[in-house]
């Protein structure tokens, strides 16, 4: 009884970590906004996401993950200088839940106005939350666009 016990629960963990295989977290933002973009390029494709525009010049970078239950998560990065901004653009409430759990003891200052949620966080900036209904007659589909901004002392080296 005890080896069965054993075995479910350490199948139902792995469940879930492969189930949010995929989400990004505030550890990987922290990650992706400390590191340059091969190792962002190189980050994101083992999470599974796919290279949708990578465009040198403009030092911009489009990616695409194809969530289960018809559900999307759209990541673009965009390096100014040597600050590195992202944005996520998503209809999955698991990849909200994930990043809002996560950023929750990082937490200096937060607000919310005029349907923006903004999060000052230790060791990585501003995080600003917007939440749109997707569809007019559906209030339980929503679109959620997440802007990371690096803090002003944090740069990349290449």
Request: hydrophobic share 35%; aromatic share 8%.
């Amino acid at each position: 009884m005890k080896k069965l016990l054993l075995v479910m629960a350490l199948t139902f963990s792995v469940s879930i970590c492969f189930g949010q295989k995929g989400l990004l977290s505030y550890d990987d933002l922290k990650f992706l906004v400390h590191n340059n973009l091969q190792q962002a390029d190189t980050f994101l494709m083992v999470k599974g996401y796919l290279t949708i525009q990578k465009n040198n010049t403009t030092k911009n970078r489009k990616y695409t993950l194809a969530n289960p239950g018809n559900t999307y998560t759209n990541v673009n990065i965009r390096l100014d200088g040597k600050k590195l901004f992202i944005e996520i653009e998503s209809n999955s409430i698991e990849q909200y839940n994930l990043i809002h759990d996560s950023i929750i003891q990082y937490i200096d200052k937060n607000s919310a106005a005029s349907g923006i949620q903004t999060y000052v966080l230790k060791d990585l900036g501003t995080i600003y939350i917007t939440l749109e209904d997707a569809m007019p007659d559906n209030p339980l589909k929503r679109d959620y666009d997440i802007q990371v901004v690096a803090d002003k002392h944090i740069t990349i080296n290449n």
